[in-house]
């Protein structure tokens, strides 16, 4: 109880806001950087293979054209997931509000454990 008495309840919302937006860029963001990175390398390396083999090259390319098509698919399927996810946080975020700013009920009914499996 003297931890939620020395906190606001807007504080702990916001830093559960925070954290929960600091794990998003990291799945994101940097997701998405090791992509790039790995298409750049991609590139440098069919230029390096045109000019040791063209053949190859031309054999690399064209099995790699089917996932030019996949890609869009894919990026409708992250899209879904980006908005579950952004669902999922403000449920959670609401279920966690309830909870801490009733935090003496909670405590009252010893229902801790029903409000972690709410939250989860």
């Known amino acids: 109880m003297a931890f939620f008495d ?5 504080d702990l919302i916001s830093r ?15 997701v998405a950087m090791m992509i ?14 045109i000019s040791i083999s063209w053949k190859m090259t031309l054999f690399l390319i064209a099995t790699m054209v089917p996932t ?3 890609t869009p698919a894919y ?4 899209k879904q997931i980006r ?8 449920a959670s975020s609401n279920v966690a ?3 801490i700013a009733n935090i003496r009920t909670v405590k009252a009914f010893a ?3 029903v409000e972690c499996n709410d939250y989860a």
């Open 111 to 113: 229902t801790e454990e």
């Open 68 to 70: 030019m098509f996949f």
């Open 83 to 90: 908005k579950d996810i952004s669902d999922g946080q403000a």
């Open 16 to 30: 559960l806001s925070s954290d929960t937006g600091q794990i998003e860029s990291a799945l994101s963001t940097q």
């Open 6 to 10: 020395g906190r606001r309840t807007g």
């Open 75 to 78: 990026g409708r399927f992250a």
């Open 97 to 99: 509000e309830e909870a």
């Open 36 to 49: 790039k990175s790995g298409l750049y390398c991609i590139i440098v390396i069919i230029l390096l293979m």
